[in-house]
């Protein structure tokens, strides 16, 4: 025998001998019983939505003006949606209900509003006034959804969320005109 073979069947020896170790089938628990293993199978946040982008509805989120801006991946799918609102008492009490279809946003369009991203910078006032219809655009990310609301009233202020289904926006920020400008156009367009 070579050393390599000698090595290789070693190695195999070893594995034989720990693997059953390692298999789950052992009945040493305190009461006896064999303990039952479990296997969660990976989900990501695309799939628990059934692959859709836009939640039905959004909230106000804060009104903090952002300190930062938040890391964002780089868009894999992307969309954009429109949201309309239904008034509250006050700006924080109100709710957004989307309006019209999801639009899928590919190609150039997506390098476009990628490169846009990039101008978010933390907001230098607080600009709240009536409420209006916002926008979303909402995007994929090795399965993550980051959702980027837009407000079209008052200064158009941003607000960015990981989880667009269950968490309100965060902190206010500010970006290029161009992004709504941007993501209007592709919403009528389509």
Do not use: H
Request: glycine letters at 10%; a negative charge; charged letters at 20%.
């Amino acid at each position: 025998m070579t050393p390599r073979t000698l090595a290789t069947s070693a190695a195999l020896l070893l594995a034989v001998a720990v693997l059953p170790a390692c298999s789950g089938d052992s009945t040493d628990s305190p009461d006896g019983e064999t303990p039952e293993t479990q296997v969660v199978a990976p989900t990501d946040e695309l799939d628990s939505q059934d692959g859709e982008l836009c939640p039905p509805s959004l909230a106000f989120g804060s009104a903090e003006l952002a300190t930062s801006v938040p890391e964002l991946g780089e868009p894999g799918t992307a969309a954009v949606c429109l949201y309309a609102p239904v008034e509250g008492e006050d700006a924080a009490s109100t709710t957004w209900n989307r309006s019209g279809d999801t639009v899928e946003i590919t190609g150039d369009d997506l390098t476009n509003i990628s490169d846009l991203l990039g101008g978010l910078e933390p907001a230098e006032k607080d600009c709240a006034g009536k409420t209006g219809r916002r926008w979303l655009l909402s995007y994929e990310d090795g399965g993550d959804v980051t959702g980027v609301v837009l407000d079209d009233f008052a200064c158009g202020q941003i607000r960015v969320t990981d989880a667009p289904f269950t968490d309100a926006p965060g902190d206010v920020l500010a970006a290029p005109s161009d992004l709504l400008t941007a993501l209007k156009l592709i919403w009528i367009e389509s």
